[in-house]
């Protein structure tokens, strides 16, 4: 019987996932999503590169010597009057000239005073950073915003599918002919590891995607800043997706048409989005963070931003992972009472804690 | 042999099944009949261990079934349902499998099926592209693919065009003649008197009524006879221990008991040529509001 139940299980799970592959809004959802996170890494190396590779032109009168060309393109000019028609021209943005004074030379703009140039030539204090590692903010919030979307695409994508599949077995009623054959248990089982699978697979393409593109524009340091994050978060999404994607079934079973799915889904919905709005809105939070990397539903963000933000100690994901999988033995065991109760119960929605009395 | 002893269900405090007991004998075709909410569909949703009952049995030759013994039931439900977007042949295949069939016997079975049922054309189309009647025929494949031990179907003639089921009819009787044991439901009591073996009739939850078709048949009424002259039977509401039920000039309807019926037909061929002479049994129809009412 418990051969015949895995089988059954096993079964139900692969017909889930080429129900899926053969969907073309599966397929396109899956692509626009790997697509975002590759853009987003390309333009983020191009702007970044951009702004370290930025020199400002400046003309050099032959015989001045600088003590540094740092951030300064430099174009020798024979005389002080050549130097100056370049800057007329708009050639440069500054000419530097010899002078009499300590320095040796003087800076001569247009209309306003050159402050690149000017910063370039000036002497700098040293500076001690007291916290050298701490991250620059605009990546932090990339990253945060970056765990954020694909958490929530690939949650909202896959738990609307098993919803929307739990929905077509009701109102097709193939799904009296599938209990005839299967124990409801089997089938919601199989529907969900069905879907957990596809969603984990999308999750470790955009995670390699993600990787290589890193790698292929050269941003290598920020690969190994994100790489143990990114593991984390593939992990902490595979088994809180499972609890997602029961919440999903068990909420939809209630219902017996598309159309209703929506309102039906809505609570379930929110407890996915709610996460993703927290981590956008409060990432730089620490007490908030903390909070969310042990809450069931936000972990799979909150976590895995605590661990690139290195305030996470090590013990702390295994913990959360295993709160999320304490909460995911209760949530699928009641989303099953839930659906054995309501399969077959067609035509109006049916009561909550009628399908938990059964 | 299906045997269903004491089953009874409520929900609430309403009772939809009240101590069903019958019995579908091997290789016999067992028609169900009943109004619209007299129960047949609760029963055969208990059969099949879709619901639970809350009390009483279901046993196949003496020993009661569980889940894995039901995995052999073949079953087609009221409310017929496929996966719309899903290849005939892969479906048909599938649900096999979900019986316990491997995977080379299923796809052979399938095969064989669908070519059996007209359907080897659209084995790779969806569902939904297919006409009524042949997704009527693909759910009767997904009935008998994975050969079952017992056949329940529920309504198999409802919505069905005259091809389909001149198709149903075939394969029911082709199942029934290999040994299994049929039990199906039906509304069109002149299918299930054309074609049932055995018939169990249930109104209000409870059976009313089961048995071999014909002995239910005679059993409902008293022997009448059908007797059909040339000229005109007046003279038949003369003769002793004759009650004439109906009469239309050469033609009469009457009862008695077959010593009378005799000496009516002897009576009949010194007056004229007759026509015909046959007993009349009472129709299913007629069994059934007698033992409905």
Same mark, same amino acid.
């Given at each position: 019987?418990?051969?015949?139940?895995?089988?059954?299980?096993?079964?139900?799970?692969? %017909?889930?996932?080429?129900?899926?592959?053969?969907? $073309?809004? *599966?397929?396109?959802?899956?692509?626009?999503?790997?697509?975002?996170?590759?853009?987003?890494?390309?333009?983020?190396?191009?702007?970044?590169?951009?702004?370290?590779?930025?020199?400002?032109?400046?003309?050099?009168?032959?015989?001045?010597?600088?003590?540094?060309?740092?951030?300064?393109?430099?174009?020798?000019?024979?005389?002080?009057?050549?130097?100056?028609?370049? /800057?007329?021209?708009?050639?440069?943005?500054?000419?530097?000239?010899?002078?009499?004074?300590?320095?040796?030379?003087? #800076?001569?703009?247009?209309?306003?005073?050159?402050?690149? #140039?000017?910063?370039?030539?000036?002497?700098?204090?040293?500076?001690?950073?007291?916290?050298?590692?701490?991250? @620059?903010?605009?990546?932090?919030?990339?990253?945060?915003?970056?765990?954020?979307?694909?958490? *929530?695409?690939?949650?909202?994508?896959?738990?609307?599918?098993?919803?929307?599949?739990? #929905?077509?077995?009701?109102?097709? %009623?193939? /799904?009296?002919?599938?209990?005839?054959?299967?124990?409801?248990?089997?089938?919601?089982?199989?529907?969900?590891?069905?879907?957990?699978?596809?969603?984990?697979?999308?999750?470790?393409?955009?995670?390699?995607?993600?990787?290589?593109?890193?790698?292929?524009?050269?941003?290598?340091?920020?690969?190994?800043?994100?790489?143990?994050?990114?593991?984390?978060?593939?992990?902490?999404?595979?088994?809180?997706?499972?609890?997602?994607?029961?919440?999903?079934?068990?909420?939809?079973?209630?219902?017996? $048409?598309?159309?209703? /799915?929506?309102?039906?889904?809505?609570?379930?919905?929110?407890?996915?989005?709610?996460?993703?709005?927290?981590?956008?809105?409060?990432?730089?939070?620490?007490?908030?963070?903390?909070?969310?990397?042990?809450? @069931?539903?936000?972990?799979?963000?909150?976590?895995?931003? %605590? #661990? *690139?933000?290195?305030?996470?100690?090590?013990?702390?994901?295994?913990?959360?992972?295993? /709160?999320?999988?304490?909460?995911?033995?209760?949530?699928? +065991?009641?989303?099953? $009472?839930?659906?054995?109760?309501?399969?077959?119960?067609?035509?109006?929605?049916?009561?909550?804690?009628?399908? +938990? %009395?059964? | 042999?299906?045997?269903? !002893?004491?089953?009874?269900?409520?929900?609430?405090?309403?009772?939809?099944?009240?101590?069903?007991?019958?019995?579908?004998?091997?290789?016999?075709?067992?028609?169900?009949?009943?109004?619209?909410?007299?129960?047949?569909?609760?029963?055969?949703?208990?059969?099949?261990?879709?619901?639970?009952?809350?009390?009483?049995?279901?046993?196949?030759?003496?020993?009661?079934?569980?889940?894995?013994?039901?995995?052999?039931?073949?079953?087609?439900?009221?409310?017929?349902?496929?996966?719309?977007?899903?290849?005939?042949?892969?479906?048909?295949?599938?649900?096999?499998?979900?019986?316990?069939?491997?995977?080379?016997?299923?796809?052979?079975?399938?095969?064989?099926?669908?070519?059996?049922?007209?359907?080897?054309?659209?084995?790779?189309?969806?569902?939904?592209?297919?006409?009524?009647?042949?997704?009527?025929?693909?759910?009767?494949?997904?009935?008998?693919?994975?050969?079952?031990?017992?056949?329940?179907?529920?309504?198999? &003639?409802?919505?069905?065009?005259?091809?389909?089921?001149?198709?149903?009819?075939?394969?029911?009787?082709?199942?029934?003649?290999?040994?299994?044991?049929?039990?199906?439901?039906?509304?069109?009591?002149?299918?299930?008197?054309?074609?049932?073996?055995?018939?169990?009739?249930?109104?209000?939850?409870?059976?009313?009524?089961?048995?071999?078709?014909?002995?239910?048949?005679?059993?409902?009424?008293?022997?009448?006879?059908?007797?059909?002259?040339?000229?005109?039977?007046?003279?038949?509401?003369?003769?002793?221990?004759?009650?004439?039920?109906?009469?239309?000039?050469?033609?009469?309807? &009457?009862?008695?008991?077959?010593?009378?019926?005799?000496?009516?037909?002897?009576?009949?061929?010194?007056?004229?040529?007759?026509?015909?002479?046959?007993?009349?049994?009472?129709?299913?129809?007629?069994?059934? !509001?007698?033992?409905?009412?």
């Amino acid at each position: 019987m418990n051969g015949s139940f895995a089988r059954s299980v096993q079964l139900v799970a692969v %017909r889930e996932v080429q129900a899926r592959v053969r969907s $073309r809004a *599966f397929v396109v959802s899956a692509l626009i999503l790997i697509g975002m996170v590759v853009a987003a890494i390309v333009v983020g190396g191009i702007v970044g590169k951009a702004t370290a590779d930025d020199t400002t032109p400046v003309a050099v009168v032959d015989g001045v010597s600088l003590p540094s060309t740092d951030g300064l393109d430099v174009t020798t000019a024979q005389t002080a009057a050549a130097a100056e028609r370049l /800057v007329e021209r708009g050639d440069v943005d500054a000419a530097v000239l010899p002078s009499d004074d300590a320095l040796g030379y003087r #800076v001569v703009g247009l209309d306003d005073a050159p402050a690149e #140039v000017v910063a370039a030539l000036s002497v700098s204090p040293d500076v001690e950073l007291l916290d050298p590692d701490a991250l @620059p903010g605009g990546l932090v919030y990339l990253v945060a915003l970056a765990f954020g979307v694909v958490y *929530f695409a690939s949650a909202v994508t896959f738990g609307q599918s098993i919803a929307q599949s739990v #929905v077509e077995e009701k109102s097709t %009623r193939v /799904v009296e002919i599938l209990m005839a054959a299967i124990p409801a248990r089997a089938l919601l089982a199989g529907k969900v590891l069905g879907n957990s699978v596809m969603a984990f697979a999308q999750i470790v393409a955009v995670a390699v995607a993600a990787a290589v593109t890193l790698a292929v524009t050269g941003q290598d340091n920020v690969y190994s800043m994100l790489g143990p994050s990114m593991l984390w978060f593939v992990g902490f999404f595979a088994v809180g997706f499972v609890l997602i994607a029961s919440l999903f079934a068990a909420a939809a079973v209630l219902v017996s $048409r598309q159309e209703d /799915v929506g309102s039906v889904t809505t609570p379930v919905m929110m407890l996915v989005m709610i996460p993703y709005v927290l981590i956008i809105v409060a990432y730089d939070s620490p007490t908030i963070l903390g909070a969310m990397s042990y809450v @069931p539903f936000s972990a799979p963000i909150g976590m895995p931003m %605590r #661990v *690139f933000l290195g305030t996470a100690e090590w013990w702390e994901p295994i913990l959360s992972l295993a /709160v999320i999988a304490a909460s995911v033995v209760v949530v699928v +065991l009641v989303g099953a $009472r839930v659906y054995e109760n309501a399969l077959l119960r067609t035509g109006s929605r049916v009561k909550l804690t009628e399908a +938990l %009395r059964g | 042999m299906l045997d269903i !002893r004491g089953v009874t269900k409520r929900y609430g405090d309403r009772r939809v099944l009240d101590d069903v007991t019958f019995t579908v004998g091997d290789g016999r075709l067992t028609g169900f009949v009943g109004g619209n909410g007299a129960g047949k569909t609760t029963t055969m949703r208990i059969l099949l261990g879709v619901l639970q009952a809350d009390a009483g049995t279901v046993s196949i030759d003496g020993t009661e079934i569980g889940p894995a013994d039901r995995r052999r039931f073949g079953y087609m439900p009221e409310e017929r349902g496929l996966y719309p977007k899903m290849p005939v042949a892969e479906q048909v295949t599938y649900l096999a499998r979900l019986h316990g069939v491997d995977r080379r016997t299923a796809a052979a079975r399938t095969t064989d099926l669908l070519a059996r049922l007209d359907l080897s054309a659209h084995a790779g189309d969806a569902v939904e592209k297919l006409s009524l009647g042949n997704q009527q025929r693909v759910q009767v494949a997904a009935a008998l693919v994975h050969d079952p031990e017992v056949l329940v179907l529920d309504e198999p &003639f409802s919505g069905l065009d005259p091809m389909a089921v001149d198709t149903v009819l075939g394969v029911l009787r082709e199942t029934a003649a290999s040994g299994v044991p049929v039990l199906f439901s039906s509304h069109q009591l002149d299918v299930v008197e054309r074609l049932c073996d055995d018939v169990v009739v249930i109104a209000d939850g409870s059976i009313r009524a089961a048995g071999p078709q014909d002995e239910l048949r005679r059993a409902a009424g008293p022997a009448a006879w059908e007797l059909l002259v040339d000229g005109d039977v007046a003279w038949l509401r003369d003769e002793p221990g004759v009650v004439v039920r109906e009469f239309d000039g050469g033609y009469a309807l &009457f009862e008695a008991d077959d010593a009378v019926a005799q000496r009516v037909l002897r009576r009949a061929v010194q007056h004229g040529t007759v026509g015909s002479f046959a007993p009349r049994v009472p129709r299913l129809s007629e069994v059934f !509001r007698e033992v409905v009412r």
